[in-house]
């Protein structure tokens, strides 16, 4: 498990990498968006598993509101055990989820009835729907150009996207898996709310495994938002190996 989870540890370390500077802290990296795009967060410097002192998760935190960018913390309970208290005591609120990693090529559930599910690429015309469809899953409004940006990643081979599509080819539910070399991560698959209880994540999920299994993905994997979703991306393969730990200031 060790060697999964060093694994994991180096991806975390290199996918931000693509379009946000890293800023070190010693025991922490702070990782820096360049440009428009996803806001991003601190993490445990690579290779870093021992403590972390609070002042040590200020100066992070301090550079943050600097910077105008979210005062986030990502990491893995079980690598960097020594942080939780500190960020803690420094004032954010941790979450929990579980961390989940593909074991096998994965199930392939069939979609609905009149719905396909398949990748889009940088000029599909399907794109801008299916770029909408994860933020809609949360309430979300899409910046302007979120279409524009994803359609950058993906003709730059930084992102894989796959969506279910309604027989007028608008997305009803989308997700992405994010290659680096042997692995990659899917993440974002959200489903319109007026089209839940479909299988269509699922479906979404399942699209993305048989992508990056194809382009020689060894290691497919996710974080689940809690128990409950968990045991669905349970039947695709996916089984917990650790915990991810999310922080922010208290809402």
């Known amino acids: ?9 180096t991806y975390y ?41 609070v002042a040590e998760v200020e100066r992070v935190r301090s550079r943050q509101r600097e910077l105008g960018v979210p005062e986030a913390f990502e990491w893995v309970a079980e690598t960097t055990p020594g942080l939780r208290a500190a960020v803690e005591k420094s004032g954010l609120v941790v979450h929990e989820h579980p961390l989940m990693v593909l074991e096998g ?22 794109l801008p729907s299916a770029a909408a469809a994860p933020y809609a899953a949360f309430g979300v409004a899409p910046s302007p150009d979120a279409a524009a940006q994803l359609a950058d990643r993906i003709a730059a ?32 698959v959200g489903t319109l709310p007026a089209a839940r209880r479909r299988g269509l994540g699922l479906a979404v999920t399942a699209a993305l495994i048989a992508d990056a299994r194809a382009r020689g993905v060894e290691t497919v994997f996710l974080t689940a938002t809690d128990a409950t979703v968990a045991r669905l991306y349970a039947r695709l393969g996916f089984r917990t190996i650790a915990t991810a730990l999310i922080a922010e200031p208290a809402s």
């Open 105 to 126: 090529g994965g199930a392939t559930p069939a979609p609905p009835e009149g719905v396909t599910v398949r990748m889009v690429g940088a000029d599909d015309p399907a």
């Open 13 to 53: 370390d290199t996918v931000p990498r693509s379009a946000a500077r890293a800023e070190e802290f010693g025991p922490l990296t702070l990782f820096v968006r360049e440009g428009a795009g996803w806001p991003y967060y601190a993490r445990p410097a690579l290779g870093h598993g021992g403590e972390v002192s």
């Open 157 to 188: 081979g930084l992102t894989r996207l796959a969506a279910a599509l309604d027989a007028d080819g608008t997305a009803l539910s989308a997700g992405q898996h994010q290659p680096v070399g042997t692995v990659s991560e899917v993440v974002g």
């Open 1 to 9: 498990m060790t060697g999964m989870l060093n694994r994991l540890e």
